[in-house]
DNA sequence: TCTGGGGTCCTAGGACCC
DNA sequence: TCTGGGGTCCTAGGACCC
């Protein structure tokens, strides 16, 4: 049996466990820029607060009512995800345990004797909550896919489940998918619920009675044909073992405001790229290819949201790197060859591909003596910027005005991992 | 006025090779 | 002059996830 536990409202969650006058009382967390809501406690669903709909459309049930506001605190929820991944690695060993995201991971389970399953699937909710103080839901099935629909219905009705759903038997089985509907089966978005609809399928229940090549044909190819195999109960999405080497690094902003020059659009592509080089020397990685992209603001005339146009190019390196001002160099010619003058931005990224493992990492005899000093200079400035502040240390390119930067209104402390952040107990 | 930021996997189609 | 069929690699783009 595969497990799945997902921490509950987590980015609320996480500033919860720091507030508790906000217990029981509705909380939500916006997006960067503080733009979109992506976290909101039971209260606040309660009370009509759509997800991922934009802040501003939902300010007047949140001021009415009084929901606690809290702009990302990217800091607080890594290190919150990682003491709930430790507990689970602690119960089941490292190689059971497969971080899918920041706050969901899927456990093997195939030790574990089929008469205490349900058992264990309690302990791991109480064990995670005592030790770290987030509430999980699991799901247990056979497959991953049929643990997720355990996992959505034991959130739906919390009393009677207690956060706890296994799924053992063809009766709760079928049962559970005549009650999820098709938009809500891991794997089926937006385009492909609308195309299911057509074929008059409209249920979880609905798409497991259909047949595998008529999957291969309407649904993705093997997509498809993996996603009914796995609502059959035969296992065809296996567990992955250690988290890879990312294949791409990105890191993209919108923009606090609107910018107009090539001055800003110039610091934010520096700023972007020493991020991303951060991400890569994490994973002691360097890439051979990086990528610009600027997006247009657009005026909409219509209702409905308007995404903007993106422009990009690339360019290949001669060789790959880690370091930053090797990076930034090459990006920034990139981002002269976007930038058109009269033109508003909104959002900019940089993106680093075609990656393959640091060999200098360590030291290598073949290469000149200024790259190591250059990669040991590198890994300085990562921990002083780690341990002290973000961007203590930055390279001049990236600006000193930064009127760009986006907007965090209402950011919570990093209580967990800055000293001067640390809870004040009386 | 104001709508996030990351990722992955797969397929189709073109270029090229023998 | 005749002008097939199969393979690989690459890229762009679409779909999905949280």
Do not use: K, T
């Given at each position: 049996m595969i497990a799945i536990v997902d921490c509950n409202s987590f980015y609320c969650s996480c500033e919860r466990l720091f507030r508790p006058d906000l217990e029981n009382k509705p909380v939500i967390v916006l997006s960067n820029n503080d733009g979109c809501i992506i976290s909101r406690s039971d209260e606040a669903k309660a009370l009509g607060v759509g997800m991922a709909g934009p802040y501003f459309k939902a300010k007047p049930i949140i001021e009415a009512n009084h929901v606690a506001v809290f702009s990302s605190n990217y800091n607080l929820y890594g290190d919150l995800s990682w003491r709930v991944m430790e507990t689970l690695r602690t119960m089941?060993?490292?190689?059971?345990?497969?971080?899918?995201s920041v706050d969901e991971a899927f456990i093997n389970l195939d030790i574990i004797p089929p008469e205490q399953i349900e058992d264990i699937a309690m302990q791991i909710r109480t064990t995670v909550e005592q030790w770290t103080g987030i509430k999980v839901s699991v799901g247990v099935a056979t497959t991953k896919v049929l643990a997720k629909v355990a996992n959505k219905l034991s959130k739906k009705n919390k009393a009677i489940t207690q956060c706890v759903m296994v799924l053992n038997t063809k009766e709760k089985i079928d049962a559970a998918l005549q009650q999820t509907?098709?938009?809500?089966?891991?794997?089926?978005?937006f385009s492909y619920a609308e195309k299911l609809k057509k074929f008059n399928i409209h249920t979880a229940y609905d798409l497991s009675k259909q047949n595998i090549i008529w999957a291969k044909k309407h649904l993705g190819g093997v997509v498809g044909v993996r996603l009914i195999q796995e609502l059959k109960g035969f296992p065809s999405i296996q567990m992955k073992d250690e988290l890879l080497n990312k294949k791409m690094i990105m890191t993209t902003r919108m923009f606090g405001a609107a910018v107009t020059d090539i001055k800003s659009i110039k610091e934010a592509i520096a700023t972007y790229t020493s991020r991303a080089a951060e991400k890569l020397r994490r994973q002691n990685c360097a890439a051979k290819t990086i990528s610009v992209f600027l997006v247009a603001k657009q005026e909409s005339h219509n209702a409905s949201f308007n995404r903007g146009t993106t422009i990009n190019t690339y360019t290949t390196l001669p060789l790959a790197t880690s370091l930053t001002h090797q990076l930034i160099k090459p990006a920034i010619v990139l981002a002269e060859r976007l930038f058109e003058q009269g033109t508003v931005y909104k959002k900019a990224g940089v993106m680093l591909s075609d990656i393959v493992p640091?060999?200098?990492?360590?030291?290598?005899?073949?290469?000149?003596d200024t790259k190591n000093k250059s990669r040991f200079l590198m890994g300085v400035m990562d921990n002083i910027n780690f341990s002290q502040r973000n961007d203590i240390l930055k390279f001049a390119a990236s600006g000193t005005t930064r009127n760009w930067k986006m907007q965090q209104n209402f950011h919570s402390p990093k209580y967990t991992s800055r000293w001067d952040d640390l809870c004040l107990v009386k």
């Open positions: 089941f060993g490292q190689h059971n345990v497969e971080v899918y509907s098709i938009d809500a089966v891991w794997g089926v978005g640091d060999a200098s990492i360590q030291g290598n005899l073949f290469l000149s």
